[in-house]
Each structure stands twice: as C-alpha cells, then as structure tokens.
C-alpha cells in the first residue's frame, strides 16, 4: 500500500474514532484532451493551487498519520505532536485543522499516559516523579484544551494533581469533569466517583458519591465499606452496620471489612457481636497485632482482663516494642490486681520513652489504686508539667490530691481544667463531686446541671444528681420529684441491677413522703447488694424509711454532719466514682 493510501486509510480510521471525516486534497489534475477544453483546465489548475494553500501543511499531515500508527513510545509520540504542529503552522483547511488538533490531541494524552502509568508503577514511584508529573500535566492539559470532551484525560489529571504538593482544588475540578464527560462510560464514571468521594471535604457530598458508585456497580464492595465508614464517622452507626454487613455478603474474606464493623458494634454498645466480628477478622489475618489489640479493647471495655491479656500477649509476640499494647495489658493486669506485672510492662515503655504521658497517666493510676498516692501525683505532674492545658491531667491531678484531703488544690486544679476545656461534662461532673465532699451542696448541683447538659445519659452523673436532690439539708435545694426522674433513668440505663442507684431512687421517693415506695426499692438495693459491703449501710436507709423518716447527708470536707428527724441512724453514702484517683485513659466516658 503506497504512503498516501496508508495516509488515506489512516485517516478515514481516525476520523470514525473522533467523529470527523478529514477532506482530502484532489487528486492531481489530468491533462488537457483539447484546446477547447483549455479554460476548463485553468480554472481546476487554479482550484488545485489554491486548494494546496489552504492545505500547505497536508504532507506533514499525512505524516504524522502514518507515524501515528506504528508509534510504541514517546518518541513516535513526540514526532507525530512535531508534524501535527508543524501541519497547523503550515496551514489546513477547516476540516483538516480539525482532524489534525484531534490527533495531535490523542498523541498528546497517550504520551501524558505513558508518563503517568511511570509515575504510579508500583512499588517504588520514580524519584524524578514531580518533574515528571510536570511533563504529563503540560500534555494532558494541550490534549484536553485541543479536545474538551476527554473523561480519561480529565482523570489523570485529578489523579496527578492529588499527588504531594499538587493543587487539591484543580484536582477536584478535574475529577468533576470527568464525571460530567464520562457519558456511558459506566467504569470510568465510577472510578472518577470514587475518587472524587476521597478529595471532597463535604460529607455530604462524599456520600453522595458514594450513593452513586454503589447503584453503577452493586456489586462492589468497596463503596459500601467507604459509605459505612463514612456513614460510622457522621453518627449514622446503624446505617453504617447496614453497610458493611452488605458488603460482607460480596466479600466475606475482607478482614477490613469486619474490623471496622467491630468498631461500629462497639460504639453501638453490641460487645458480644463486636468482639465476633474482631474474631472474623482474626481468623482472616492472624498475623495483624493490630486486630489483636482492637479486640483486647473490646474485651478490656466489658471486663473480660484474662482474654484482654491473652489478646495483647500475642500481639506483643507479634510487636514486642508496641508501648500501646503494653499499655492496655498493663490496665488489664492491674484490673486483675497483678499490680507489680502491670508496673513492669509501663516500666519497659518508660525505659524508652522516659516522659510519653499515657505511660505516665497509666503508671499514676496503677499507683494510686494500690494507695501510692503521692508517686501517682509524681507522675501525673511530670504530665501537667508537659502539657500544662491538659484538662485531663489537671483533673486528675485534682482527684489525687482530693483524695488527700488537700481540697483547696483540688478545686484550683479542676478549676483548670474546667477553663482548658469548658466543654467537658466529666470535668463539671467531677467538681460537683468535690464540692458534695465540701459539703457545698449548692455549687455542686449548678455543676452536676451543667454536666447534665451535655451529657445525659450516664448513670453516675444521674444517680449523684438526684442524690443530692433527695437527700441534702438545704430545704431550698431538695426537689424530690426531680429526683425520682434522674434515678429512675439511671436505673433504666443500669438495668435495675446497681444497687447504690436503686438507693438512690428509694431517697426521691421517701423525700416526696411515699414511703412504701421507698422502702419497696429500698429493700431491692439491699437484695441487689447480696454481700457487698455496701449492705450494711442500705439496711440502714431501709431502716430509716421503715420508720418514715427521709434520708438526710451533709459532708464538710469529707466529715459526715447527719441532719435527720428524730436523730435517725445515718451513714454518708459512698461515692466510688468521685473516690476514684485518677481515671483510666483508655476508658471511654
């Protein structure tokens, strides 16, 4: 086949791709038969020359055609962009130069291509890769500028531009472009949709995309994993389940995919099911501590210590410097009353990280719950010292020194950290406790308010609450209905099961003069109580509203002042809670 009809069939093969057919310059006239037909030829011969100027650059043309089809590399590449620049300069008719700017566009994003695929060849990317990105980026952009409705060019673009030092904003848009090109392209639209839900900061518009990847192809997993993840971060925790048990059903060997539906049955407060799910995921990746250690959380959280330890003792064997794992075992064994095996683990994290504060919080608390009082506070103001607007090393600080009696510390340290983090219920929560223990019954119900505030849904804050409604001396203060709502919502949240609540619930009643009431969940406490050592003093308020008498406390700096009619036997109820030393800082509040 000669050069111009390889150049032809070329051509007529592009021009179908691209949707445009080129115009062909004539052939070369014939010769005149005749005389007559002189004029005839003159105009054709003037036609020709003209038809050649408008067409000047046709030979580079036809050029950059032939060497378009046998191109393997970004050398042929380079030359047909050379003859299809030199072609326009030259000059082409109108549907040439469209032609022409069409396969000077593809050369364009096949060379762009080939730099990219370079670029993101694993597993090590070319060190040159900016400079190259550069190059790719300055021929995608002439090949979508000569082209605009170019989808896969518009990707590689978005995909360049999110690299390291990139611009984020020209990313985005691009990927949107390529979203709005794609047409039928079902494959490429959902790759660009799922790329997109990774740039864009609006949740809401990132589910959206996702929406829309998981109808183009239900039977991807992937999306659903990303919406349930996304779907976990924005709250929507049921609906996030929904989703992994979804794409569970489409790949049930994805050890992710379990972790993190672990993870959303553990914020769901579905222990039993969380830690079946962290089992799945162990059995799919045995060798991954990580997975081992968000099931030791899990077991740790609902008091199961010996599977927590035997979790972190195999993860360690697994990362035997992992402080975090030596951390939570070192919590677990103390829970175990291991105290000097838990001391050792936070030792070998301390003896490499001399000041890392979990240690140091962690090491504080194990401290203080064997009565070590004043090494905890060492350690915990060697925190403070570090990290002097840490609310929670203030607070804690101020529990410790609360419990030496040292209440004019305690209540300068919370005063911190209430001021570090105003926004904290636990903090108001725990000032209200102080301030109960100071006998300051009024400033201690405006805390325990503001912590109900923001957090109504823990039993501590509730049971104190309406503790100090019921019970205090203050007639001013006592709101005896109010009492019976907060303890009988404790209750509920507690299942009837703790029997300093169902204490406290008896006090509302008794102080709105319904004593059969009283004494009927009165006498449940002391049931619930079995032989704890709390019994004792339960028997005693139910004694107490046997002889219809309400229940009456005041403490003045940890001194109990009875005030209760016909001098009643009394008894300052215990507060666990408020005594403890310092709170756990792996404990989720």
Known sequence: MSARLTALFVALSLAAVWGSRPAL?????????????????????????????????????????????????????????????????KGLDASNTEFAEKLLASALFQRGRMITEVIFTPPQPDPRWPQMRQLALHDLTRSVKLV??????????????????????????????????????????????????????????????????????????????????????????????????????????????????????????????????????????????????QRAQVNYLTEKFDAAIADVTQALKL??????????????????????EALADVDQVLKRQPNLPPALRTRAVILASTGKIDEAIR??????????????????????????????????????????????????????????????????????????????????????????????????LRDGKRAIELATKACKLTDYKASHILSTLAAGYAETGDYETAKKWSAKAVEVAGNDTTREQLKKELASYEARKPWRELLQEDTVVTQVPDDSPQKAKSNKEAAKPATDPNTVR
């Open 25 to 89: 310059a004539d052939p070369p006239a014939a010769a005149a038969p005749n005389a007559g037909e002189n004029g005839q030829a003159a105009d054709k011969d003037k036609a020709a020359d003209t038809n050649a100027g408008e067409n000047a650059g046709q030979n580079d043309l036809d050029r950059a055609v032939e060497t378009k089809l046998a191109a393997e590399g970004p050398k042929e590449l380079a030359e047909v962009i050379a003859l299809c620049e030199q072609a326009l300069d």
């Open 148 to 293: 605009s409705e170019q989808p896969q060019v518009y990707m590689l673009i978005g995909r360049l531009e999110s690299l390291p030092g990139g611009d984020a904003k020209r990313a985005l848009t691009a990927i949107e472009d390529a979203i709005r090109t794609a047409g039928d392209d079902s494959e490429l639209k959902f790759d660009a949709l799922m790329l997109h839900a990774g740039m864009d900061d609006s949740p809401q518009h990132r589910l959206k995309d996702l929406d829309e990847a998981t109808k183009l192809n239900p039977q991807d997993p992937m999306p659903l994993r990303l919406r349930g993840s996304l779907k976990l971060s924005m709250g929507k925790r049921d609906e996030a389940l929904a989703d992994f048990d979804a794409a569970i059903k489409l790949d049930p060997k994805n050890a992710a995919t379990y972790e993190i539906r672990g993870m959303a049955l553990a914020l769901l407060k579905r222990m039993d099911e969380a830690r079946e799910s962290y089992a799945h995921a162990v059995e799919l990746a045995p060798k991954s501590p990580a997975l081992l250690l």
């Open 319 to 340: 990362d035997p410097d992992n402080a975090a794992a030596l951390l939570l075992r070192a919590q677990a064994l103390a829970r175990t009353d291991k105290s000097d």
């Open 379 to 476: 350690d915990l103001t060697r925190v403070y010292s570090q990290e002097p607007e840490d609310a929670e090393a203030a607070f804690q600080l101020a529990m410790l020194y609360r419990n030496k009696k040292n209440f004019t510390k305690a209540l300068e340290l919370i005063n911190a950290a209430i001021d570090a983090d105003p926004k904290n219920w636990f903090v108001f929560y725990g000032r209200g406790d102080l301030y109960l223990g100071m006998g300051k019954h009024r400033e201690a119900l405006a805390d325990y308010a503001t912590a109900y505030k923001q957090n109504s849904e823990d039993s501590g804050l509730l049971n104190n609450y309406a503790w100090l409604l019921a019970t205090t001396p203050d007639e001013k």
